[in-house]
């Protein structure tokens, strides 16, 4: 990602010269930039791996920034070496306690995104799950439903064969009483 690269080679210039409070606030803007954009196109599980590596690859430009703020912490005049040693100081102070505790709030909001996205993929592999079961639960009533209107439907063909086995046994026995008896003539 060209913003990762521009600003670490800015941090290795810097480190070879002497950096400003302003060089140090200027970098941290810039870091706070890029996570935002890696939060805004945070995408799909393709996407996770690399995003991962800037992130990673972020926090360690940003403990670069911190040390530089520590250094120009350490460098300021002491308390009683001029005049405004101790207000000097305490800006110091305060400055470095701001973009620690932007870094801090950073990496917060890249663990939220991170837990959502992770929390993301569970739901949907959840929901992938429960629905092969629906699936398969579906496709075994089916089956089951298939088999007793089979089973159903021989039942009733073989009872259909034993009423016409019947009748046909009623009618041969009724023909062959009729072929016995007398015949009874109307005319007489």
């Given amino acids: 990602m060209v913003w990762i690269q521009d600003m670490a080679m ?22 706070q930039h890029i996570q935002k954009f890696l939060q805004a196109i945070g995408g799909g599980d393709e996407d996770q791996p690399r995003l991962k590596q800037y992130a990673d690859m972020l926090g360690q430009l940003q403990n670069h920034v ?15 070496q001029d005049g405004n040693g101790e207000a000097a100081m305490t800006a110091g102070k305060v400055q470095a306690m701001q973009i620690t505790a932007q870094a801090k ?5 890249e663990s939220h995104a991170l837990k959502t996205a992770q929390k993301q993929a569970q739901f949907e592999l959840e929901q992938q799950r429960k629905d092969k079961q629906l699936d398969a639960d579906i496709r075994r009533e089916q089956t089951r439903t298939a088999q007793e209107l089979a089973h159903e439907g021989a039942r009733t063909a073989a009872e259909l064969r034993a009423d016409t086995m019947r009748t046909m046994q009623e009618l041969a026995s009724n023909a062959a009483k009729q072929a016995q008896e007398p015949p009874t003539s109307e005319s007489e």
Wanted: no cysteine; charged share 15%.
């Fill in 105 to 109: 709030a950073e990496n917060t909001k």
């Fill in 66 to 80: 911190k040390g530089m703020a520590q250094r120009l912490q350490e460098q300021q005049p002491q308390p009683g």
């Fill in 10 to 31: 800015t941090i290795q210039i810097l480190q070879q010269t002497q950096p400003t409070m302003k060089d140090v606030i200027g970098l941290s803007n810039l870091a």
